[in-house]
């Protein structure tokens, strides 16, 4: 996988730079330059060709819908997994809480349980026993 | 007020329970054919058909079976994301898209929606096509371009490669054994050591204009220049 994807950044490497090549080229044309821009420009395609041959071997890298938000607004994608990174952290620190919570939750039920219900509280615990 | 509250709390008085025969008490009630005390379960056909565990107590279950990994772990140090996460948190990530692409040419930063060129349009609507095939020579006739220069709105092409870079690496500029820090202190010495020179600029200005003075004064009382006078200040050019 890894070597289909350092493929396909070579190869749209290589197609941006072709673009930039033009871009330079057209940016002061030249009359005799015409066959060159033509030739630049079927490389191209060439280029766009060899970027679709790879499309089968990338179907497995599934990309966040989110990240596009980021890049059509300008904004560096690295900030997308940041944040996300940021969001995991959080959440996992809320579901430890609440884990937490309800174990001490459950350990002081069952102390007043025992306290109100002690006959119905060791046959709980039996059978809990009986169970595990 | 209190009447009709109480009448309602009445009305909704619970004479049985919600769940009807399903609870223990009702069970025993019924007189069911379960001497050996084995049958736990109750099967409740009909439209929504499900086997309810009752057990010995009324709503018991069976405890939840425990996963190995849940929220109570640290996850990211089990997914050893520890170091992306330091990596990403620990220095500011510039926030716009040509500090992530610094070697894509042209201006990457404006919103997409503005040149309308987004990648969520290209999702939306993917353009359709069968194949890439080379131009011939009747649609290679359609690039053909007048000479002559672009109008300078359209040349950010032009621009070199890494230009950006440049800019930033000047901008954090440190001396041969300084090392660069994150929360700008290097920069503060730089200015310091700018200030410090633009003293040292500044005295040595003072000195030189000392010295000019000086230098009239003496010309001023020496026989060579009788009548040149310092409020002249075309003459003292000459």
Do not use: W
């Amino acid at each position: 996988m890894s070597s289909s994807l350092d493929q396909l950044e070579n190869q749209l490497e290589t197609f941006i730079e072709n673009v930039r090549q033009i871009g330079i080229f057209v940016s002061d044309f030249q009359p005799q330059g015409q066959q060159v821009l033509n030739q630049k420009l079927q490389n191209l395609i060439t280029n766009m060709q060899d970027i679709d041959k790879l499309r089968n071997a990338v179907q497995e890298v599934h990309v966040p819908l989110e990240v596009f938000e980021y890049i059509d607004g300008g904004r560096n994608p690295q900030l997308y997994t940041k944040d996300c990174m940021e969001k995991a952290l959080t959440k996992n620190e809320q579901v430890n809480g609440r884990i937490d919570a309800y174990k001490r939750f459950k350990a002081m039920l069952l102390v007043e349980l025992s306290h109100v219900f002690p006959n119905e509280m060791t046959r709980y615990r039996a059978v809990r026993e009986e169970l595990s | 007020m209190n009447e009709l509250t109480r009448k309602v709390d009445a009305s909704f008085s619970p004479k049985s329970s919600p769940r009807g025969s399903r609870s223990p008490m009702a069970n025993q009630m019924l007189s069911r054919n379960d001497s050996t005390g084995t049958l736990k379960m109750t099967i409740s056909a009909g439209k929504h058909p499900a086997v309810v565990h009752s057990g010995p107590f009324y709503l018991m279950k069976d405890p939840a079976t425990e996963n190995e990994l849940t929220g109570a772990n640290n996850l990211m140090a089990h997914f050893n994301l520890e170091h992306s996460y330091n990596k990403f948190t620990g220095k500011k990530v510039r926030d716009s898209l040509s500090s992530f692409l610094p070697t894509l040419p042209g201006i990457i930063d404006t919103p997409a929606h503005l040149t309308n060129s987004s990648l969520r349009s290209l999702i939306e609507k993917p353009p359709v096509f069968k194949e890439f095939t080379l131009l011939n020579q009747h649609q290679l006739a359609a690039f053909r371009l007048h000479p002559g220069p672009l109008p300078e709105q359209y040349r950010f092409m032009n621009q070199p490669l890494g230009q950006r870079r440049h800019r930033r690496h000047r901008k954090h500029k440190y001396r041969p054994g300084e090392t660069p820090t994150q929360d700008g202190s290097g920069d503060g010495t730089d200015m310091h050591e700018k200030k410090h020179k633009k003293k040292k600029n500044d005295d040595d200005k003072e000195r030189k204009k000392k010295k000019k003075e000086k230098k009239k004064k003496k010309q001023k009382h020496s026989p060579e220049h009788p009548g040149l006078s310092s409020s002249d200040p075309s003459r003292v050019g000459l």
